[in-house]
């Protein structure tokens, strides 16, 4: 099983992400199911994906954790996303600063970013700095 964490930077109802993720996993439209709290999430209806969006008021207004039953490639799934859904995503770096994302484009553009360490402990929101 893999997951990711993804922050979307417009916000999308559940069928167009869930239409994004079956694209870009190249899997059937009915495989995906999104969620938005993990009391709803389904343990035997034989999802390959379970999507859980948050939603926020300000920046990167989603938050998206995809649960696949099946590996992939993590920065392959997000420039597919950023290009599906013609928006930036950002994804936590390796890097052990907490602040430090990695900033995918929707034309296939990655770069090393930090997110404005006020907003994120005070607000909850991730905002580039």
């Known amino acids: 099983m893999a997951s990711i964490d993804v922050l979307v930077e417009s916000e999308y109802s559940d ?4 239409a994004a993720v079956a694209t870009v996993l190249q899997i059937s439209r009915e495989e995906v199911v999104v969620i938005h709290d993990l009391s709803e999430y389904p343990h035997t209806d034989g999802s390959q994906v379970v999507c859980n969006v948050q939603r926020f008021d300000e920046g990167f207004s989603q938050s998206v954790s995809c649960d696949c039953q099946h590996d992939f490639d993590g920065d392959q ?5 950023a290009a ?3 928006t930036r995503c950002l994804v936590p ?11 995918f484009t929707a034309n296939g553009e990655v770069a090393d970013v930090f997110v404005d360490a006020s907003a994120l402990d ?4 991730y905002i580039i700095a």
């Open 15 to 18: 069928d167009f992400l869930s």
């Open 84 to 86: 599906a859904l013609k």
């Open 122 to 125: 005070y607000k909850g929101v």
């Open 93 to 103: 770096a390796s890097d052990p600063n907490p602040y430090a994302m990695r900033l």
């Open 77 to 81: 799934f997000v420039r597919g996303i």
